[in-house]
């Protein structure tokens, strides 16, 4: 049995090297499509309404272009990332226990997979699994009380 604080060091330093494997990969050049994305959020230079994507992603695209600029959009999925990276641990936790939720943010850290997608600049890869990921959890939460509101 790992103890509690010895799970936090242990996630934090499987944190340490998923923030290590993905900082070099923000300043990567845009490619394929993603080139795009600056042009049709920009308010600038498109209307609203532009892009084939759900609407979510043009605006936080849109309004990450405010906050990071229009050539810093890799930061948009890698934050997302991060935060998908807590959400599986926790979700995971909830649904197995502390060290299988280790092990699966783990992998998460060192899947190719994963990585390309907290930095791919677009929703598909990090912002729809916050999403599914926040529902999964809400799901197991009310699943603990036998979806009882708790007056």
């Known amino acids: ?9 242990i996630l934090l330093a499987v944190f340490a090297v998923f923030i290590g494997l993905h900082l070099p990969g923000l300043s990567a050049p845009y490619h394929q499509d993603e080139y795009k994305w600056p042009i049709i959020v920009n308010p600038d230079l498109k209307e ?11 605006f936080i695209y849109r309004q990450a272009g405010f906050l990071v600029g229009y050539d810093n959009f890799r930061v948009v999925p890698f934050a997302f990332s991060v935060l998908n990276f807590f959400l599986l641990f926790y979700l995971v936790k909830i649904i197995f226990d502390s060290r299988t939720a280790l092990w699966s943010v783990g992998l998460f850290t060192l899947s190719f997979y994963s ?27 009310l699943k603990k009380i036998n979806f009882q509101n708790s007056k």
């Not at 049995?1 to 060091?9: A, E, L, R």
């Not at 990585?115 to 939460?141: C, E, H, K, N, R």
């Open 115 to 141: 990585l390309l997608a907290s930095l791919m600049v677009d929703t598909d890869g990090a912002i729809m699994p916050l999403f599914f990921l926040t529902m999964l959890i809400g799901y197991f939460q």
């Open 48 to 58: 609203p309404g532009g892009i084939p994507h759900p609407p979510i992603g043009e």
């Open 1 to 9: 049995m790992i103890s509690g604080k010895k799970k936090i060091i």
